[in-house]
Nanobody
């Protein structure tokens, strides 16, 4: 059974940092693209960042320069380092590796 398990969410003040982790031990991690999405109530999930199997990265314009996606192929974990967080970053963040999704982790940024 394939599982993607996110962790690292929480409550942080505006300007703070969090690092999300996506544990993907049960997929062929090294040859898979991994992405992070986020979703707020009433809205569709939006792509935040993606890292390809060969470390090509892409980011949503709203997070460029603040978020960094990375991967550790030995540990089979993907990360999303989030710096200078803003209230608008508040959302449930999901790890995705097609066609699988994690359960999501809540990130809340207070003013």
């Amino acid at each position: 059974q394939v599982q993607l398990v996110e962790s690292g969410g929480g409550l942080v003040q505006s300007g703070g940092s969090l690092r999300l982790s996506c544990d993907a031990h049960t997929i062929r991690f090294a040859i898979s693209a991994i992405s992070w999405y986020r979703q707020t109530p009433g809205n569709q999930r939006e792509l935040v960042a993606l890292i390809s199997y060969d470390d090509f990265t892409t980011y949503a314009d709203s997070v460029k320069g603040r978020f960094t996606i990375s991967r550790d192929n030995v540990k089979k974990v993907a990360y999303l380092q989030m710096n200078n967080l803003k209230v608008d970053d508040t959302a449930v963040y999901y790890c995705h590796s097609s066609p699988y999704w994690g359960q999501g982790t809540q990130v809340t940024v207070s003013p």
